[in-house]
């Protein structure tokens, strides 16, 4: 079975089909995207709001990574991407970062769309070969970032995933061909879609290229590897965890519960599911869950708590399917061989 590579120009050390790691905030750094990209997918890094951990991060991936660098057709680019949480990040700051570091591709996500407008022309300026691509998660916010950015890719998140996400999402299942079919009514057949969203394996890929995606962003599967830098708690918590409808769950109490949202209104977040969520659910206050948190948090004798309660874990419902730890390089690995055999076997060539 032969595929074709539509980012051999753009991304030329990507195999196909494109398996990228999700940009997680603070869990996936240089380690993880030097290891994603090493096996011929898209490693990256996620957002940092400390700039100088960034671009050390970033100079890592730029030391590791020279041998992969000298063999592709612009030396100077850096083979990962970078995301960025845009709501109240500064632009300028990020700017500077991509115009020395030129990394592959940058990940924007969080933010209206004349501020995407804003970045995407700032990027372009900064670091001309740097695609942008760009994270959302609404027919009516892919076509309208579609015509006012034309980015580079359109991220399409459904709302089985992990991490933060809009609060009124559909599943990939429906997201991705409504948007396709959006975008070729108003004559936009040339930005390709990438899946996200409790895809943790060669199934799941399949099923996202089959419903027209050019590529796949996990996260969830990618907190099973060493390489992600989350703490043994919190992985075991995940190897665990079964049933993902039933193990994790959608609100923006996971932001609430320490203290004020400072997420926009439009987006909420998926978490493993927790005694927060369930008191929040019930009807509780949310000023009185904090006081019941705190104290038991504190208060020797007081209602013990376990991992999930004490942090929000952020989980897709992909989570029961991912129960073993795995190098990162074997799971892009795993799933591309995966995705080959089963389509393979499926048009009857294997
Ligand atoms: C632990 C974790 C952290 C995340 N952090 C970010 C982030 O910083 N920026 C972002 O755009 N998306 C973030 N996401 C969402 C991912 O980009 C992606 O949409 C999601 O992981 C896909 O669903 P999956 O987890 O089911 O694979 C995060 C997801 C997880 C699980």
Redesign the pocket.
Known sequence: MSFRNIFNRTLPWVQSPLIAN???????LSELAIAVSRAGGLGQI??LDDMHELSNELQVARDKLQDLMATLPDPQVLPIGV?V?VFGSPMEAWMRLFKTHKPAVV?L??AATNQLQQWTEGIRQASPKTQVWV?LGSVKAALDVAQACHPDAL?L??S??????HQDGASIVSLVPEVTDTLLQHGISDIPLIA?????DGRGTTAALSLGASGV?????F?SAPETR?PRIYRDAIFKASDGGQATARSRVFDEMWGPNFWPKTYDGRCLRNKVYDRYVSGEDINQIRKWLSSAMNEPGAESLDVHDMGSL?????VGMVNTMQMAGDIVRTVRDDVRKGIGSLVGEY
Not at 160 to 165: E, F, I, L, Q, T
Not at 314 to 318: Q, R, V
């Open positions: 999700a940009p997680m905030s603070g869990a996936a996620g957002f995301g949480i990940w996500s969080f994270q991220v998140q459904g089985d995933a992990g991490g933060h996400g996200a969203g409790g895809i943790v962003v996990m996260g969830t599967r907190l989350i952020w989980a897709g419902t992909g």
